[in-house]
């Protein structure tokens, strides 16, 4: 049906109770209507993005949808898809978003728009106003304009909106209407009563027999015939089509609060400069770029379905090389820093009976968010935290409201923390899965006593800081790239990465230290020599992955899959 | 609207009914066509009428399926069935709204089971599809999809507990997919299920179902009651689907390494120019145009 620009009322704001989805329609468009735990209304297309299912018949988990079919998730506010239970140890393509539209709650109303860009507009007429019920009605919505004139006497008030009625028919108070069109055989009339909390009950219930025998009128008269519409899906992006690759997209942030979290490390959080935050999953970083050049990745510590602000952790390295002091030292309240949206080189299985999280230090940041991802879904998991000292904590405060299942563990020497680490990990036993982070000396301990106890290495998941390996960089070797058609020398001296992206070959990269894995790149044919932190050994045996940055090659020639 | 003579599905055998089903008479719809089924007292004569137009029949699996337009000489085939020691069984038909393939697709899904099927084909958080083989069989024209493995909490009536269950699944016919799984009562054989979908419409379908089982505890009725179980949750999320078609452009929907056998159903559907019960993809607008 023609659609009318404007913002229009799709539900009223008592249809949306704890943790239910409201199904609404307006121009012959389906939307899953739903209210998070944190107030924020989401208006979404009413359609997973996967196999097409209704959302309005997914669960509402609080701060995620979850649909029925698949058991996807999808973020509040922003509908970004973060997990994928078909695939619980990949990350999905961030780019996974489900179609949504603007949502502003107003005058007890629930109002959206088909316009992109478009600011809410409606100016209603001063004092109280009550929702009444809404009156579905089987005709088109200027059927039913004509009639509300017609058989009830209704002034039209475009001053308020165009399709708005003042009523003085329905009962002794003044009532206002306004017209939702779901499709040009359906529209469902939304009434206001002048008078607030004090409202009558009995006006209510006047106007309401009233609008009732209104809409036998008006429904007697229409055809009954079901309308043939089909709404039109738009198709989603290309690249969606197939596995999609990361995209340097950089977006700014304003430095909301920043504090000491523990000894030697810096919280900071940080906000949208305008519209909101992208989502993320569990385990996820992000780049912040710094005004000295310098990049460097910081995991989010937050909660699902966060989309206000971030914080992250910051240690501050003695040894800084402009990254950490600038952010202790220089970096103020309110100052704009550029960063990337999340990236994902540490997914959290969400398909685990017990999750065991043990950070050394600093550590802890990826796996509090994972924590509270978990703590959400109430799903078993322990965090053991090692540190020097109570003081030396990261965020402490926000440990607290993750217990009973937090433990720390301080002023530990080697010795003891590997002795105490074999305590906690434990024997192996089907869906127990760790996550480690910490210094490089801790992954390593974790790696080696729990291959000691017979954990396999698939259920061992670690993100380092830092690649302690001495870059060996004297071979020189060539590679050819199996998409591009290109074949490149490789010279010693340089990196793989760097020269690839001499030939314009573009690959994403973050830490360019062979930690964070984001510049991995798939071998065809070829040896790598591995001389990253972050492939596993059984990664780095089956020698089909490399990370460009700081590996080469023990053949002549490497052919990847660029 | 795809009831041309040049639709390809026009020409295949559908399905109308069981034998069993039919008490004399039975009217139904096939592909927007109201069709007649008549079924002698003793079950020797079975005759189709489209109108006064006598149609084509053939029984298989205690199916009669027939056809509106020319088809082929025969049907596929589920050797497994004539085993002696199988128990042959039909479940349904069920009314669905969806289209055929939307019905086809879901049964060839595995990721589904924990959230649909919860604590009997599958649970959480079992929800791993790991990854499996799918082929195109050129010279049986068929789909064949191998080493298929899920985690079941209770894969049949006859299984004991949880067990990781192997599946296989074929796509003889655009409209009905066979799948095969370990059997709870005899590891080293494989129970048959098969769906049937009879087109009523581009949107609805009556679905029959066909078991071919080992079991040697339940009776029919029990087998029939299970597998209606495992429909009856299954049709709800189908009927919540939009479109109710098929989509076969590519970007329509999103799909994941799990969903390779509908990337290849939804290929062999516009190969085939399949135009009913599906939105043909952008440049491909059916074969009322192709014929």
Request: glycine content about 8%; overall charge negative; hydrophobic content about 40%.
């Amino acid at each position: 049906m023609a659609e009318l620009s404007g913002w229009f009322p799709v539900a009223a704001s008592h249809d949306l109770p704890l943790r239910h989805v409201f199904q609404a329609k307006l121009f012959d468009r389906e939307m899953a209507i739903w209210r998070a735990d944190d107030g924020n209304v989401n208006v979404w297309e009413n359609r997973c993005l996967h196999r097409g299912v209704r959302l309005s018949i997914g669960v509402n988990e609080g701060l995620e949808l979850k649909c029925q079919y698949h058991g996807w998730r999808y973020a509040n506010k922003t509908a970004g898809c973060i997990y994928i239970p078909a695939h619980p140890a990949n990350a999905p393509a961030r780019q996974i978003t489900n179609r949504t539209y603007p949502a502003v709650e107003r005058f007890g109303l629930v109002w959206t728009t088909l316009e992109k860009d478009l600011s809410f507009d409606v100016v209603w007429p001063d004092g109280d106003w009550s929702v009444l019920r809404a009156i579905p009605v089987h005709a088109g919505p200027d059927a039913v304009a004509a009639a509300l004139c017609k058989v009830l006497g209704a002034v039209p008030r475009p001053d308020i909106h165009a399709f708005a009625y003042a009523l003085s028919t329905l009962c002794e108070a003044p009532v206002l209407a306004l017209l939702q069109p779901q499709d040009s055989g359906k529209t469902v009339i939304r009434c206001l009563l002048s008078g607030g909390a004090q409202m009558e009950r009995r006006l209510a219930v006047q106007a309401n027999a009233t609008l009732t025998r209104f809409r036998n009128i008006v429904e007697a008269d229409a055809s009954l015939e079901p309308v043939e519409s089909e709404p039109v899906f738009e198709p989603v992006a290309s690249e969606l089509a197939e596995p999609p690759a990361a995209s340097p997209d950089a977006m700014t942030v304003r430095v909301e609060r920043k504090w000491q979290v523990a000894e030697g490390i810096t919280g900071l959080t940080v906000v949208p400069t305008t519209g909101n935050l992208p989502a993320f999953q569990p385990g996820a970083h992000i780049d912040v770029t710094l005004p000295t050049g310098v990049k460097r990745q910081y995991s989010i510590t937050d909660g699902p379905g966060t989309w206000k602000s971030w914080t992250i952790a910051v240690k501050n390295e003695p040894n800084s090389r402009g990254g950490s002091r600038f952010i202790a030292e220089t970096l103020r309240q309110g100052d704009l820093l550029s960063v990337s949206e999340p990236r994902n080189n540490f997914p959290l299985r969400r398909d685990a009976a017990e999750t065991l999280l043990i950070a050394g230090g600093i550590g802890v940041t990826p796996l509090l968010a994972m924590a509270r991802a978990l703590a959400a879904v109430r799903s078993g998991f322990r965090l053991h935290v090692f540190a020097r000292s109570e003081t030396h904590v990261p965020l402490a405060d926000q440990l607290d409201g993750l217990l009973p299942a937090v433990t720390l563990h301080l002023a530990l020497d080697p010795a003891q923390v590997a002795q105490r680490l074999a305590e906690v990990i434990g024997p192996h036993a089907p869906g127990r899965q760790i996550y480690a982070c910490g210094p490089g000396g801790m992954t390593q301990s974790v790696l080696a006593i729990a291959e000691e106890l017979g954990w396999p290495e698939e259920a061992v998941h670690f993100e380092n800081f830092n690649n302690d390996h001495v870059i060996d960089t004297s071979s020189a070797f060539a590679v050819d790239l199996a998409r591009s058609a290109l074949s490149i020398d490789v010279p010693a001296g340089q990196s793989l990465l760097s020269v690839l992206r001499a030939h314009g070959v573009e690959l994403p990269s973050a830490c360019e230290r062979g930690a964070c894995g984001t510049c991995r790149a798939e071998v065809i044919e070829g040896t790598p020599d591995h001389q990253d932190a972050y492939l596993s050994r059984g990664e780095r045996a089956s020698n089909r992955h490399i990370i460009t940055c700081v590996s080469r090659s023990r053949t002549p020639r490497l052919v990847l899959d660029l | 609207m795809n009831r041309t003579e040049s639709e390809p599905s026009r020409h295949l055998w559908h399905p109308v009914a069981t034998v069993a089903e039919v008490n004399g008479t039975l009217n139904t719809m096939l592909m927007g066509d109201a069709v007649t089924v008549r079924v002698a007292g003793d079950h020797s004569g079975i005759v189709v009428f489209h109108g006064d137009r006598k149609l084509p029949v053939i029984v298989r699996f205690g199916f009669i399926w027939t056809s509106l337009g020319s088809p082929p000489s025969d049907l596929f085939e589920i050797p497994e069935a004539a085993e002696a020691d199988r128990r042959n069984v039909s479940a349904g038909p069920v009314g669905v709204a969806t289209s055929a393939p939307r019905a086809i697709e879901n049964f060839l899904d595995m990721a589904h089971f924990p959230f649909v099927h919860t604590d009997i084909l599958g649970a959480e958080p079992h929800t791993e599809v790991k990854d499996y083989d799918v082929e195109l069989k050129e010279t049986e024209n068929e789909i064949l999809a191998t080493r298929c493995r899920f985690f079941q909490p209770m894969a049949a009536l006859s299984a004991a507990g949880g067990m990781e269950v192997d599946y296989v699944y074929r796509v003889p016919h655009p409209f009905c997919a066979v799948l095969y799984k370990s059997s709870g009562a005899d590891a080293r054989r494989m129970d048959v299920i098969a769906i049937f979908a009879q087109p009523t419409s581009e949107e609805s379908i009556r679905a029959h179902l066909f078991l071919s089982m080992i079991d040697t505890t339940h009776t029919d009725s029990e087998m029939r009651r299970f597998q209606q179980l495992i429909f009856g949750q299954d049709k709800p999320i189908l009927e919540n689907q939009r479109p109710r078609r098929l989509p076969l452009d590519p970007r329509s929907e999103t799909p994941i390494r799990a969903d390779l056998s509908s990337i290849v159903y939804r290929r062999w559907l516009s190969s085939r120019n399949i135009g009913y019960g599906v939105i043909p993809a952008a440049g491909q607008s059916g074969s009322a145009v192709h014929g």
